[in-house]
Every structure is written in C-alpha cells, then in structure tokens.
C-alpha cells in the first residue's frame, strides 16, 4: 500500500477507522491459549542459553509492496551490522487483526524487542500492552499517539517538514508570487499540519508570497487534483506556485500544467513518491518531491529498540548513527529525526518505490 | 401551461435553467468565465462521468440501479493494463479500449445473472458487487499505481482534436478520448430509441409485469443490459486511464453516486421507465461545472455537496410538483359530469 497514506505519519487512514471495530471483538479465548502458550516457551527459551545477540522483530503494515521491501531491507542491513537477530513480517493484507496476531505469535516467542508500524495504532495498544507486561520493548513508528510503547520513532516533525517544503517552494519562486495548497482532505490531521506550518513560515519569511484558494482539497484523487489546479490556472493566472500533500497532487497539478503549456513557469513541490511522481520530475512539471526513506526507519528503529533492551535511555539532541536521525528531538517517548528525503530529477534514479 | 412552468415540468428543464442561472452568476462573479475555453473544459473534465452516467441511465431506465459501475472501471482500465504490459503485445489504442470493455462486459455479466437470471435486488447485488470487484481489484491484481503507462497511451493522451488559448493565455484542450463519448453517447441513444431492445427496457422500466404479458423476455433483456452497462463502463475506465496518464486501481470508485446524481438530474427516475441520453449528458455537465468551477467563485468545497444535494431535490422534486398541480387544476376545471 504505497499509497502516500502510508507515508502519513500519524496514522489518519481510512482503512484505521475501518479495522478498529473488528479489534475491539478480539477473541479472548485465542489471547489466553497466547499467554499460556508464551509462558510455556517460556521455560524452553530460558533453558537454551541465550548470547548476548537480541531477537528484533519488525511487523509492518503490509508485506510484500515496495514501500516495506525497501524497509525490509534496511533491517536486513541492521541485522548484518550488528549481528542481532533482526527480521521483519507483514500480513498479506494492510489489516490491523492480522498484525494483533502476529503480535501475540511474537509475545509467545518471547522476543527481546517488537517494532511496528501499525495500520491502526489504537487496535494494537491491548496487544502492546501485553508485550510490554511480558517484559519485551515496543518500538512504534508512523504512529506517535501509541501509549504502549517504549519509544516511537518518527521520521520527522511535522511542522518542521512543512517549513522544509514551504522553503523548497519559495527558493524556487523566488520569494514572491502566488501559490496555492492541496491538502488530501481538509480533516487530515497530518497534512494540514504540514500546510499550517509552511503557511506560517512564509507569512513571516517571505511576506511578497501569497497564498491564494486557501487549502484545496483533492481527495487523494489526481484527477481531482488535476481540476482543481486548472480552475486554479485559470482564476490566478498569475500562480507561481503549488504545494501537495498527499501523493497525487503534485501529479495532478503537474498534468494540468503541462497541458495548459506552462511547463517551467509554475513551481509544484510537495509529497509523494518516484513511482508516483516520476514521469514529471523527468519532464520537468514537478521541482522536488520529498518522502522518508523506509529503510533508513528500519534501521533507525532497530537501533533504539537494541538500546532499550540493553536499558540505555534516548536523550534529547542524541545521534542514532543513522542519515537523517543524526539530532533527534525527544518529545515525550516520540523520538523525532530530520530524515526528509529530497528528491529532484538528477537523484531520482536512486530510490524504486 | 405558461412556457416557463412548462420547462420546469421537466428535469432537464430544470437542469437547463439552473445551469444557466449558475453559468451567468459565475460569469458576474468572474468575466472569463463564458469563454469558449471554458466550454471546452468542462467537456474535457465531464468525459468519464458523462461516459459512466450513460451505462447507469440505461440501467435506471429499466427500473434497476447500478452502484457498481465505477467499480467495474476501475478493475477493467487496472486488468487492461496489466495485461498489456504482461503480455508485451503490440496493439492499437483501440484494442486498449476493446479489451477494457470486454472485461467490464464480463463483470458486468455476473452482475446481469445475478439480478437478471436469479431476479435478485438490483441495489443489493450491485452493493455487492462493488465491493467485490474493488476488492478483488485490490488483492489480486495490485495496489501499486502504474505510472509506466505504454508510450501509446501519452501520444494518445496528447493528441487533442481541439486546442485553444483562454483569455490568460493558456492552453486548454480536447482530447481524442471525446470521441469515445461521443460514440458511446450515439450508440446508446439508437439502442433506447430506434431499436426494439430500447423499448423493451423501457417498458420493463415502466411496468415488469405488464412488460412480461406482451411476452417480453424479461431475463435476457436484463442480463443484456448490465452486460452492456458494463462494457461502458469498461469504456469509462479505460477513458479515465488515457486522461491521468496513468493506472491508479484507488481510483474512481466513490464517485458512483456522483454519477448516479448526475443521471437522475438528468430526467432519469430511480422508479424506471424514464430517462433520456440528452439529459443524461446535462445532468452531467451541471454535475462537472458545480464539482469544478464553484472554486473559480471562491466557494469552500463543502458548499458543492450542499448545491447538488439542493439540485437533486429541487431538479427532481419540482417536475413530479408541477405535473400533480396541472392534473389537479384539469380536474376541477373539468365540467361537472362529465
């Protein structure tokens, strides 16, 4: 699911809201055969003497697409550095039920330590509770709300990754002009944190820029995006510039402007993906897209995972030895990095998702 | 009745006037708005619903509903594509188009079985059915976009029959994928009106079981019809491909009500019997300007929710109001006795 969903941090999807309910009617009878069978292994795991090396399992979204592959292989690159035993498992379907079993299949092995991204944060806080009364450390990223956890590791703060964007746009502007904002929907709490901030911080840095249409919302629909952005052209035929949020916008607004033949003139920056964005970063359309990398999470959240196993505390302004997690900002057990990756048409050969 | 009450005794008149009145505001609200550009796109921006309310009209014509529609799109524009670029065979685009509704034809045979030949609930099969065919969509086929669309598809997206500057001098266009509404919206108005086949929907529209007295094969028409509402919407899909440039098996699936707004804005009844291509098609441009240009007019995007909903009511409400008043006033200007 490389939907730009995914990429939201905070865990607003659609797909959350839906899985919730079938949580809340988790079989009990399945939870308790779980707790008597860890108990069990328990016994047998303590007997086979353990070294020093620890048992990091990553459980992630949804197996098998380019996105956790990516992730999956910077945990593999964690394991081999580190000799711990680290793996990552996914369900086949982006379905919060499956990953609450794997979850319990996790607390029966007794592992040292479980990173997850979760596609519910809420359904899983009983069965991370229960790992962490079993004495195992929880890792959470994309998912800053969790409580059961013992850290949660986030790519980045997302204000300061509005800024970041808004910063983008107006370099390239050139400091004035108008522009405009998509948000995926006007009720998403993470993209509409990413354009109050970049609002904020061209109001005070860049007064000659301004924002025209307020925030437009695309639904995550291209073609939305695409519409909008010709009414757009066409209302302010002075616009300079365009930021996106979810995946999609950025593609929308760069079809329309590449139909209306104003390729060059119109600036469009934002979120998404080089599968997604690809063809018009090459052609031009789209300036930068920015996303985080998956991997550089994986093996940023195994790192503090290793650490709270080993009962070293994450300070403020540390440096996780990780591109992008160099000065983390702790806020609470939410560990925050910078790792924005930046990607425009010279470097977008490097990344496949 | 006055010319004016009787334009309003119809949806389309409705439809008609409203979309003038709003075309004018708009106009007031921004000059540049009654531009021939204008024109064009919004035409450009109304091809897929156009084409998806078609299939759905025939489908209300009958008396049945079909939410299924944009979801048979979604999966035969994403199957297409997979296969082409699977099997890695050299086609015209118009095989493209073929192939997408020859697969939505099938989709839309089961959809025809089971409400035609088992006589199930057309709401409830077609609910069904949505879901299903999204799903499978989704699980099977993939979740990944493609953006690696064959270099066909661009030079077919690019080419445009018609190309002009608005009055900001930018270029506004429209492309050949037209003509597939047009030839869908041609051969659905000579199906309905010059065939026995359209009259044989309408007559189940209007009344099944009178339609199965004068031995109407009630079964075979139905299963037909939503194997043909299915190829356009094969069509439909396939449209929306050439237009974003790319395969994205998220989309289109939540605008089936939209579509449904747009067909029944357009004079055809949820009831049956009822509906015309030509309404069709304006209830759709209403739907488009209202989704697109309430932006031009500083309007937030709830508002346009709150203007069709309004549209809806009064645009169907109002001709069923008239026609109960006309008859009533006949009645009792009619001569006592008589």
């Given at each position: 699911m490389v939907r730009l969903e995914a990429m939201v941090a905070n865990g607003t999807r659609k797909q959350s809201i839906n899985n919730k309910e079938d949580d809340m009617k988790f079989d009990f009878k399945k939870l308790a055969l779980g707790v008597a069978l860890g108990f069990t292994l328990l016994g047998g795991a303590a007997a086979v003497a353990q070294d020093a090396k620890h048992e990091i399992v990553t459980v992630v979204k949804l197996s098998g697409i380019a996105w956790f592959n990516r992730m999956e292989a910077g945990v593999a690159e964690y394991a081999e550095e580190t000799g711990n035993n680290a793996t990552q498992v996914g369900p086949a379907s982006a379905d919060a039920a499956l990953q609450v079993q794997m979850i319990e299949d996790l607390i029966a092995r007794n592992v040292n330590a479980i990173t997850v991204v979760p596609n519910s944060p809420e359904a899983l806080e009983p069965v991370l509770a229960k790992a962490l009364e079993a004495g195992i450390k929880v890792v959470g990223h994309e998912a800053s709300s969790l409580e059961n956890v013992t850290y949660d590791v986030e790519a980045f703060d997302n204000a300061a990754y509005g800024v970041h964007l808004m910063e983008a746009l107006a370099q390239d502007m050139g400091g004035e002009g108008e522009y405009a904002v998509f948000v995926g929907h006007l009720t998403a709490k993470t993209h509409n944190e990413w354009v109050d901030a970049a609002i904020a911080y061209q109001k005070e840095k860049y007064p000659k820029m301004t924002l025209v249409g307020g925030k437009i919302e695309s639904n995550e629909q291209q073609q939305t995006a695409y519409q909008k952005t010709k009414e757009l052209l066409r209302t302010y035929p002075n616009l300079k510039g365009i930021q996106g949020s979810a995946g999609e916008d950025v593609v929308g607004a760069a079809l329309a402007v590449e139909e209306a033949g104003l390729t060059g003139k119109v600036t469009i920056v934002g979120t998404s993906l080089v599968s997604v964005a690809g063809p018009y970063l090459e052609t031009g359309e789209i300036k930068m897209i920015s996303f985080w990398d998956p991997a550089k999470a994986g093996i940023a959240m195994n790192k503090v995972a290793a650490m709270a196993i080993e009962g070293k505390e994450v300070t403020d302004g540390m440096d996780l030895g990780v591109e992008g997690y160099n000065s983390v900002k702790l806020d609470g057990k939410v560990i925050y990095g910078q790792a924005w990756v930046d990607v425009t048409k010279d470097n977008m050969d490097e990344y496949d998702f | 009745m006055s010319s004016v009450s009787r334009i309003l005794a119809t949806p389309q008149g409705v439809v008609f006037l409203t979309a003038l009145l709003f075309a004018l505001v708009l106009s007031l609200l921004n000059p540049a708005f009654f531009t021939p550009a204008t024109l064009i796109d919004l035409l450009r921006n109304s091809l897929v619903t156009g084409i998806f309310a078609l299939g759905v009209m025939m489908v209300l014509a009958s008396g049945g509903i079909d939410v299924s529609c944009t979801a048979i799109g979604a999966f035969a524009m994403y199957a297409t594509m997979k296969i082409i670029l699977g099997i890695d065979f050299d086609m015209p685009i118009i095989g493209y188009f073929l192939l997408s509704a020859a697969i939505g034809a099938g989709l839309g045979l089961l959809n025809g079985i089971l409400?035609?030949?088992?006589?199930?609930?057309t709401l409830i099969v077609t609910l069904g059915t949505l879901s299903l065919y999204r799903g499978a969509l989704l699980t099977f086929l993939g979740t990944t976009y493609i953006t690696a669309v064959p270099r066909k598809v661009i030079t077919f997206a690019r080419s445009v029959l018609v190309r002009m500057e608005n009055a900001v001098g930018q270029m506004v266009s429209l492309p050949y994928s037209f003509l597939v509404l047009l030839f869908v919206a041609i051969g659905v108005a000579v199906l309905m009106n010059f065939t026995m086949f359209g009259r044989k929907i309408y007559a189940i529209g209007g009344s099944e079981e009178a339609a199965a007295r004068i031995g109407i094969r009630i079964r075979r028409v139905k299963v037909l019809i939503y194997v043909i509402a299915g190829a356009i919407a094969g069509l439909a899909g396939m449209t929306h491909l050439t237009l974003s440039r790319m395969a994205n098996p998220f989309d289109l699936v939540g605008m089936e009500l939209n579509v449904i707004a747009a067909v029944v804005l357009g004079?055809?009844?949820?009831?049956?019997g009822h509906g015309t291509v030509v309404g069709t098609l304006l209830g759709v441009f209403v739907i488009t300007m209202i989704n697109t240009t309430l932006l031009m007019a500083g309007v937030p995007s709830y508002w346009q929710k709150f203007v069709i909903g309004c549209l809806i009511v009064v645009g169907t409400g109002l001709p069923i109001l008239i026609d109960r008043f006309a008859r009533h006033r006949e009645r009792i200007s009619r001569p006592i006795g008589a």
């Open positions: - | 409400i035609g030949g088992l006589g199930l609930p004079g055809a009844r949820i009831t049956g």
